[in-house]
């Protein structure tokens, strides 16, 4: 397993700031608005101090769509390839309701419940997420007493839409694929650090 950053000769670390362009580059322009948390943002030097936990954090994605939904950057480089299927807006939604779900003040659920209801359920809302009549107006019903639950519904739906549909082609986009095979080679190659030069596709 590869150890701190700081440990490594300078072409190792020449090849990790390579590697880390790469993820740059695959998240470009993939940060969400406030109203979704803000998780867009790569985060590499606060949480991923060490190489291999940066490496085995992307290899987890593959594994489970709740380790990608877990993971900030994951759900960044997700949110970054569903913007090139124009499909955005089911993650979006389901980080919106994730955030929804945190609040405690009943004025402020009552407020963001009608917003998140505008923004992604309604006809012809700006980001619609696809679901059927019958959920729709279960939600249109439950925003009118919000609770904390009153999209799970919704969002359950679109989550599966998401794992089913969106997760399998994300894990077998040339980016990601790329992505993975440097973050394996970095773990198998520790002492090297084994960070392979960026494809260029």
């Given amino acids: 397993m590869c150890r701190t950053l700081a440990a490594f000769p300078t072409t190792c670390l020449e090849r990790a700031k390579e ?28 949480k991923h101090g060490k190489e291999g936990n940066f490496s085995e954090d992307v290899l987890g994605w593959k594994e489970s769509f709740d380790l990608l939904l877990s993971s900030k950057n994951g759900v960044a480089a997700f949110h970054a390839f569903l913007k090139t299927e124009f ?15 945190k609040l405690r003040s009943a004025t402020k659920l009552a407020s963001r419940a ?7 359920i309604r006809s012809e809302a700006p980001k619609e997420v696809n679901i059927d009549h019958e959920t729709r107006e279960l939600t249109r019903t439950n925003v009118q007493a919000a609770t904390a639950a009153c999209f799970d519904v919704a969002q359950g739906k679109t989550r599966t839409l998401m794992e089913k549909d969106s997760y399998p082609r994300f894990l077998k986009s040339p980016a990601y694929r790329d992505l993975a095979a440097q973050a394996a080679a970095a773990l198998a190659s520790p002492s090297s650090c084994g960070l392979v030069e960026p494809s260029h596709t």
């Fill in 19 to 46: 590697f880390k362009t790469r993820l740059g580059i695959f998240l470009h322009k993939s940060e969400l608005g406030s109203d979704t948390g803000s998780v867009g943002k790569f985060e590499w030097s606060s």
């Fill in 114 to 120: 009608h917003k998140i209801f505008d923004e992604f």
């Fill in 87 to 101: 499909s955005e807006e089911n993650l979006e939604f389901w980080l919106a309701c994730e955030e929804f779900k």
